[in-house]
């Protein structure tokens, strides 16, 4: 492998450092002042050259909102993205526009990501049209392979969004993001509205093109069992914050944080005769416009203590190659390094 090689898998493809995002809301009264919705709220991570990191937690939690300020269709209140170690938090719409032949995004809802009036083919297409990349010719065989790539009969080509079925739909938006032949895609819960047969399929595609290609995903879902299935790490958000972040199997199998073990110990097992301990949370998640002090989760963490009310835990390094935010965990781990 030659040094410059190296140098980029050694060097992660995106790093994300205490990136924040505030919303301002108005209240009813004109002369109220605004409430800050804080969507995003100093959050730290990595993603490396082909490598699937997902992030999960409840709705409002902020993964969308990360995922848009990834890929700069939300400017960051603070903080910094950094791709290929270039910050591109803050860049100007041209410098964008010629980055978006590295980051890409597959929506959510296939048929709002869709324009009604065109075939498969020209949305497919279009992003070749708006970088002016090859030939018509070019243009033509790259529109094949993609097609080949994400499975589409060559008789879809003519068919407009209406006439696909919702797994056809969300092939043509993912055979769209990959004719530019991203490095990072961004899968904003790209099979949660699709039938479950379906979403094999698309998880099964989407695993396949990451080995051929080396393409990086950022994945955000609710769907713990496709998590699971489809990543190489996990970050678990709560109120706008990473509680707990670190490899897949370690976090699945002993997972540390107690929203990540509440998470867990609702994903539901096949076996009906198989004896499962839920843990139940108490209450709705906090607003993110007025989040408790201290710990966010302190609320409803069933062993909450009074310093968790008082002072914000930090993300820091735990058992497993991962990172946890939680007094008790960081406290337990401190107390058995000094026993030794």
């Not at 302190?298 to 939680?326: F, M, N, W």
Request: hydrophobic residues 40%.
């Amino acid at each position: 492998m030659s040094t410059v090689a190296a140098s980029q898998e050694a060097s992660p493809l995106l790093s994300v450092r205490q990136l924040v995002r505030h919303f301002r809301r108005r209240r009813a009264h004109p002369f109220d002042r605004p409430d800050v919705v804080r969507a995003v709220d100093g959050i730290d991570f990595e993603l490396a050259h082909g490598e699937t990191l997902s992030i999960v937690g409840e709705s409002g939690c902020g993964k969308t909102t990360t995922g848009r300020l990834v890929l700069g269709i939300d400017d960051p209140t603070s903080g910094s993205v950094f791709f290929e170690g270039k910050d591109v938090s803050r860049l100007p719409d041209a410098e964008w526009r010629a980055l978006r032949l590295d980051l890409q995004m597959i929506f959510q809802d296939p048929m709002g990501a869709l324009d009604p009036r065109m075939t498969a083919e020209q949305q497919i297409r279009e992003p070749l049209e708006i970088h002016d990349i090859g030939s018509e010719e070019e243009r033509d065989r790259k529109v094949t392979e993609v097609l080949e790539a994400v499975s589409l009969p060559d008789a879809m080509r003519t068919r407009y969004p209406h006439e696909l079925s919702g797994g056809q739909q969300q092939r043509v938006v993912i055979a769209r993001a990959l004719i530019l032949e991203p490095k990072l895609v961004v899968c904003d819960e790209p099979i949660s509205a699709l039938d479950v047969s379906v979403q094999a399929q698309v998880v099964n595609l989407l695993a396949n093109l990451q080995k051929e290609r080396g393409i990086s995903y950022l994945f955000i879902s609710h769907d713990l069992k496709v998590v699971r299935f489809v990543s190489h790490r996990v970050a678990v958000m709560y109120l706008g914050e990473i509680v707990e972040i670190g490899t897949r199997d370690t976090l699945f199998n002993e997972p540390l944080h107690p929203y990540t073990q509440a998470l867990i110990s609702a994903i539901p097992v096949p076996d009906p005769d198989a004896k499962k301990d839920r843990i139940i949370l108490a209450g709705d998640p906090p607003s993110p416009v007025s989040p408790p002090s201290g710990c966010r989760f302190h609320t409803r963490c069933p062993y909450a203590q009074p310093l968790c009310a008082e002072t914000i835990p930090e993300l820091l390094s735990a058992k497993g190659d991962r990172k946890v935010a939680c007094h008790l965990v960081t406290g337990a781990i401190q107390k058995e390094m000094g026993a030794r």
